[in-house]
């Protein structure tokens, strides 16, 4: 089961040519949707990443990632 992670391109405190890649290396497999989610409030004050179903914020953009790996699912090794 792919990734879910969304971002928000109107947001100020990210920047979408650096965090993408960074959310690509955390989940290779994801599927990053990209435009508002209509979450205003907090994405006007902090960084933020939506994934797999949890908004997570934090003071900079490296500690959104850092913070958002723990909801990282793992693919299912098959064999």
């Given amino acids: 089961m ?7 391109d109107e947001c100020n ?6 965090i993408l890649p960074k959310l690509l290396k955390m989940a290779p497999d994801a ?3 990209t435009g508002c989610i209509s979450y205003c409030g907090p994405c006007g004050k902090r960084p933020f990443v939506y994934i797999n179903g949890r908004y ?10 850092a913070k958002a790996q723990a909801f990282v699912k793992q693919p299912v090794a098959k064999g």
Avoid: G, L
Wanted: charged content about 35%; overall charge negative.
């Fill in 2 to 8: 792919a990734n879910d992670i969304r971002i928000c």
């Fill in 13 to 18: 405190h990210i920047k979408m040519k650096s």
């Fill in 31 to 33: 599927e990053i949707k």
């Fill in 56 to 65: 997570i914020s934090a003071p900079t953009e490296d500690e959104v990632i």
